[in-house]
């Protein structure tokens, strides 16, 4: 059975940090590309950032370039975002996601794996 498990979610102050986790099962890594996504109050679904697994390719949202680094742990089959100097305006509910993959870079759409969802409040 394939499954992604978000952990690592919470309240933080403006300008502080959290590390996001997403362990895998069920899936064969080397042919996927797993992103972050994230869903605000009354918003849509933005993505943030992803990773091709094979070769470690990644892509970022501009609103997230230079404050978020998505990275990988093979032994662990988890998937961690470092979030830095976050922003009121990251509030929102983080999703790990994942697709099919086989070129390099990274796409930012057409998910159709996802996990439940870990919440980030960045609040003073």
């Known amino acids: 059975q394939q499954q992604l498990v978000e952990s690592g979610g919470g309240l933080v102050q403006p300008g502080g940090s959290l590390r996001l986790s997403c362990t895998a099962s069920?899936?064969?890594?080397?042919?996927?590309?797993i992103g972050w996504f994230r869903q605000a109050p009354g918003e849509g679904r933005e993505a943030v950032s992803c990773i091709f697994w094979r070769s470690g390719s990644t892509n970022y949202a501009d609103s997230v370039k230079g404050r978020f680094t998505i990275s990988t742990d093979n032994a662990k089959n988890t998937m961690y975002l470092q979030m830095n100097n976050l922003e009121p305006e990251d509030t929102a509910v983080y999703y790990c996601?994942?697709?099919?993959?086989?070129?390099?870079?990274?796409?930012?759409?057409?998910?159709?794996?996802w996990g439940q969802g870990t919440q980030v409040t960045v609040s003073s």
């Open positions: 069920g899936f064969t890594l080397d042919y996927y590309a």
């Open positions: 996601a994942a697709r099919g993959w086989g070129a390099d870079g990274c796409p930012l759409y057409d998910y159709n794996f």
